[in-house]
Nanobody
Framework: QVQLVESGGGLVQPGGSLRLSCAVS????????VGWYRQAPGKQRELVAS???????MYSDSVKGRFTISRDNAKNTVYLQMNSLKPEDTAVYFC?????????WGHGTQVSVSS
């Protein structure tokens, strides 16, 4: 029973901050990689940030310097700290865990940035 549940989304003004959480029902050690993706209306789902075994932490150019991905192994939780938010960051944010044979997705949490 693998389950990922996102939380922490909401409405924030430009320049504000949010921290998203992804709670993993199983052990986070079972994943070779974890990451955050987002999808805005009418657009493709895109990678935001990821942590994978044997690779450097990856960030989309559009969020580099503003967002930080991290994980707490003891709590089986992945985080996305989002600072200096812009209206173009508005999207549904998804958490993903990867194993050699398949990927597991959460259902997403809405982030809206507007004045």
């Amino acid at each position: 029973q693998v389950q990922l549940v996102e939380s922490g989304g909401g409405l924030v003004q430009p320049g504000g901050s949010l921290r998203l959480s992804c709670a993993v029902s199983g052990s986070i050690f079972s994943f070779s990689g974890v990451g955050w993706y987002r999808q805005a209306p009418g657009k493709q789902r895109e990678l935001v940030a990821s942590i994978s075994s044997g690779y450097p932490i990856m960030y989309s150019d559009s969020v580099k310097g503003r967002f930080t991905i991290s994980r707490d192994n003891a709590k089986n939780t992945v985080y996305l700290q989002m600072n200096s938010l812009k209206p173009e960051d508005t999207a549904v944010y998804f958490c993903k865990g990867s194993r050699p044979d398949t990927d597991y997705w959460g259902h997403g949490t809405q982030v809206s940035v507007s004045s």
